[in-house]
């Protein structure tokens, strides 16, 4: 049932992209199609684009890097820009569903650090420009919440039963469960794998809800005690709701990087280049981290936007090489084993 309307809401989101398609920019400079995940991006910066480019933005968004996958299998044509995470970009670029990128139109490149280039997921810089990066990590109110809670164990705790949020999506329930039993998250073995299929199964009955964008509405509430999410949401999330506290569990955790990519066949292929380089540029990656708080790749605004962090809030923005060596980078894993991890979520969410 969740699939169906997954597709559904891709559908409708494909004939939204077709109708701004075929609406012209006014000044004839054309379009370009953006697809985000939600709350990642300060929309200011989307009219400063067009007022200095005469380009027209038709933007969107997602929840989850499979829902993107989904709406590009339904055609990309009239998406030009995308912003998948690390082992999703490796996927596109396994499965021929990228453009190489013209670094001619990108030439604020140059300011990306160089942690963010030549990684795993594309390893020739030929496909991706990083964007915002960040880790995963345990969100609980400490009002509704007794304990002090250091390991992915609160997730599958019956005490908290009722009051536990779970992301609905495989790679992120399974790599959390695969974490807390010790296992990487990129695991292939299958016996470790259907080891946090019982797990999961064992949890679902004391959760309150699979979610993903509502886990940010659901803890600032109080309506939902703990939930694994992001760390630079809670940052922002701890603005309004004090009794918010967040850990990376001492099992470890999930480090990401998204990129900023162009789908196979896309229309506004040198507007969207043309974008990507504006979201490069310095004062714009400030004004984006100023209002989503993740660790832009542009070095120049991370150094900038760094000191005016107090120690606990750079901590939590900009994790140690200690916390790193705990995090596994989610990479693309073989067909076979994605299959078997989307086959088990499906029996899961049953």
């Known amino acids: 049932m969740k699939k169906n309307v997954s597709l559904l809401v891709a559908v409708c989101v494909l004939i939204s992209l077709f109708a701004a398609a075929c609406s012209p ?3 004839g400079k054309g379009q370009v199609n953006v697809y985000n995940w939600g709350e990642y991006i300060d929309k200011e910066v989307l009219s400063i684009f067009e007022e200095e480019t005469g380009i027209k933005i038709n933007y969107f968004e997602y929840d989850s890097n499979e829902s993107l996958y989904s709406l590009l299998m339904l055609g990309s044509a009239d998406i030009d820009v995308i912003i998948p995470s690390d082992y999703m970009v490796a996927r596109l670029i396994d499965e021929d569903m990228l ?14 650090d160089s942690r963010y280039k030549g990684l795993e997921y594309d390893s020739n810089d030929a496909y991706s420009v990083a964007y915002m990066a960040g880790t995963v990590g345990l969100i609980y109110n400490s009002a509704m919440i007794d304990d002090e809670i250091t390991s992915w164990g609160a997730l599958f705790d019956e005490q908290y039963s009722g009051q536990i949020l779970m992301f609905d999506n495989p790679r992120d ?11 990487s998250q990129n695991t292939e073995n299958e016996d470790e794998i259907y080891e946090a299929y019982d797990l999961l199964l064992t949890q679902k ?22 939930g694994p999410y992001y760390a630079g949401d809670y940052l922002f999330m701890a603005e309004s709701n004090e009794d918010l506290v967040f850990v990376r569990p001492e099992e470890g955790s999930n480090f990401f990087v998204d990129a900023m990519c162009i789908p196979k066949g896309a229309k506004n292929k040198t507007n969207a280049e043309i974008f990507i380089d504006f979201m490069c540029r310095t004062d714009i990656a400030l004004m984006n981290m100023e209002e989503i708080y993740y660790a832009s790749a542009n070095y120049e605004a991370a150094e900038e936007f760094s000191a005016q962090l107090d120690d606990g809030e750079y901590e939590i923005m900009f994790a140690s090489e200690a916390v790193l060596a705990d995090c596994d980078v989610f990479i693309h894993l073989p067909a076979n084993i994605l299959e078997l991890y989307n086959r088990l979520w499906t029996d899961v969410k049953k």
Do not use: C, R, W
């Open 173 to 183: 329930a399974f790599g959390i469960a695969l974490k807390y039993l010790g296992y």
């Open 25 to 27: 920019s006014p000044d």
């Open 99 to 112: 453009e190489p990128l013209d670094f001619s139109n990108i030439p604020n490149f140059s300011l990306i």
């Open 205 to 226: 009955p004391i959760l309150q809800a699979y979610v993903m964008d509502q886990i940010f509405d659901k803890l600032e509430s109080g309506e939902a005690a703990i």
